[in-house]
């Protein structure tokens, strides 16, 4: 735990429900897994292209953040630099590429 009064970041968590419908009255809620609603449908069947549409979406994040998180090691290794100048160089170099 760190000193006191300090406060951290809290990441979203890495594994979560991706989504999960609720029936509600005569309707099914899909919310993915930062509680954000997804929509609202009349049948589980209904509900199930958003459902995956969301699972896809997860999925591109988790590796983004993995790919991301694996250059920034290795232009520690590298480079013999910290997290933040590696965090620096990489973003910069995302950016540039586009």
């Avoid at 009064?5 to 991706?18: D, E, H, I, N, S």
């Avoid at 099914?28 to 509680?35: E, K, L, M, S, T």
């Avoid at 910290?82 to 965090?87: E, F, L, Q, V, Y």
Wanted: proline content about 4%; some cysteine.
């Amino acid at each position: 735990m760190g000193d006191a009064g300090t406060t951290k970041a809290v990441k979203p968590p890495q594994v979560f429900c991706v989504c999960f419908q609720e029936p509600v009255g005569e309707k099914f809620i899909v919310v993915d897994r930062y509680g954000e609603i997804v929509g609202s449908y009349l049948t589980e069947d209904a509900a199930q292209p958003d459902i995956e549409r969301s699972k896809k979406k997860d999925a591109m994040w988790d590796t983004a953040q993995l790919l991301v998180d694996n250059a920034k090691k290795a232009h520690v290794q590298l480079h013999d630099v910290d997290r933040k100048t590696a965090h620096y160089w990489v973003s910069s170099a995302v950016e540039a590429s586009e």
